[in-house]
């Protein structure tokens, strides 16, 4: 296992359009983080698993966001009826405890 | 809420020169890390403090975290074009599931 995949890296959708993007953690990590990253800020956390449970969510996490991880591997970030908002790079990391190992991100563009 | 401000936030050197970004917060951080960050990339850890006053050495780059825990710098000695991203402290408290905050990040451009 090389690290954090995630998929697509880039996605360019229509407003009002559905988005879902899949991260794939490093294995025996049991933590697994989505978060934000607009130009110029540093990540704002969104969402955590451990293993296949929700454990918090962030204020920023509109209805309109829904996050998964069925069996505690994998997690999808759906994201539905877009907004020019949600132009993004979203980000997702797996950890041990107390440290944080990235993906390459998924960068979103709504037109 | 706990809040990390960096600063400064952009840095333009040239090469051979010295330079420390700062990361600063009024609450205390079980652990505070540091990460780099290039265009179109996730960002890459570099290091993690958790001790109050550690100091760590990375070959040219020198990290400190404060004695209350609440603060960290970052040194870097002759910087190089390759130093060249986006810096950003992330601090971790473990009675809020090990999250990390990020700082907004101090963008460094080490010109040739």
């Known amino acids: 296992d090389t690290g954090v995949s995630q998929d697509p890296r880039h996605k360019i959708t229509k407003r009002g359009q559905n988005v879902t993007f899949r991260c794939d953690p490093i294995?025996?990590?049991?933590?697994l983080y989505w978060y934000r990253q607009t130009l110029g800020q540093g990540p704002e956390f969104l969402t955590y698993?451990?293993?296949?449970?929700?454990?918090?969510k962030s204020r920023l996490l509109s209805d309109r966001f829904s996050a998964e991880r069925p069996k505690g591997s994998f997690s999808t970030l759906e994201i539905q009826r877009t907004e020019q908002g949600d132009s993004a790079m979203y980000l997702c990391?797996?950890?041990?405890?107390?440290?944080?190992?990235f993906g390459e991100g998924s960068r979103l563009t709504v037109l | 809420t706990q809040l990390l401000e960096q600063s400064p936030q952009f840095l333009s050197i040239q090469e051979g020169e010295n330079l420390t970004v700062y990361c600063n917060s009024s609450?205390?951080?079980?652990?505070l890390q540091w990460y780099r960050q290039e265009p179109g990339e996730g960002p890459v850890l570099l290091v993690t403090?958790?001790?109050?006053?550690e100091v760590k050495k990375l070959k040219r780059l020198t990290f400190q975290f404060g004695d209350a825990r609440k603060d960290s710098s970052l040194h870097i000695t002759a910087a190089q074009p390759g130093d060249t991203g986006l810096y950003l402290c992330?601090?971790?408290?473990?009675?809020?599931?090990?999250?990390?905050?990020f700082g907004q990040g101090t963008e460094l451009s080490v010109k040739p």
């Open positions: 990391a797996s950890s041990p405890p107390g440290e944080l190992f």
């Open positions: 294995s025996e990590h049991n933590r």
């Open positions: 698993f451990q293993n296949e449970a929700q454990l918090e």
């Open positions: 609450s205390v951080f079980s652990s």
């Open positions: 403090v958790v001790t109050g006053g």
């Open positions: 992330a601090g971790a408290d473990f009675n809020q599931g090990g999250k990390l905050i």
